[in-house]
Nanobody, 120 residues
Framework: EFELVESGGGLVQPGGSLRLSCAASGHTSTQSCMAWFRQAPGKEREAVARINAYGGTTVKGRFTISRDNAKNTMSLQMNSLKPEDTGMYYC??????????????????WGQGTQVTVSS
């Protein structure tokens, strides 16, 4: 079974940085579209970045997404964080090489999430 596990969340002050990681197991993620979603309290889950099998990316805001196919991992570098970046961050996978969009319904595999809180 394809499993995704996030790590790297935490509490950070405004203007700070965090790096989230997603480790995939049970299936090679190299031919998959991988994405990071964020869900703030009371709001819908939204895509913040995605990367296709060829390394092409779509990113919202001040984030950088990358993947290491040799290690079957994906990362999200978040800089200049703001309080509105607070939320649960989820790693997700769609088993297609080219990303089809940022609709959560397109992604069949999800991690358990990691909390990011931006506050002074």
């Amino acid at each position: 079974e394809f499993e995704l596990v996030e790590s790297g969340g935490g509490l950070v002050q405004p203007g700070g940085s965090l790096r989230l990681s997603c480790a995939a197991s049970g299936h090679t993620s190299t031919q998959s579209c991988m994405a990071w979603f964020r869900q703030a309290p009371g709001k819908e889950r939204e895509a913040v970045a995605r990367i296709n099998a060829y390394g092409g990316t779509t990113v919202k805001g001040r984030f950088t997404i990358s993947r290491d196919n040799a290690k079957n991992t994906m990362s999200l570098q978040m800089n200049s964080l703001k309080p509105e970046d607070t939320g649960m961050y989820y790693c997700a996978a769609d088993l297609v090489a080219t990303c089809r969009g940022g609709n959560p319904g397109l992604f069949g595999y999800w991690g358990q999430g990691t909390q990011v809180t931006v506050s002074s």
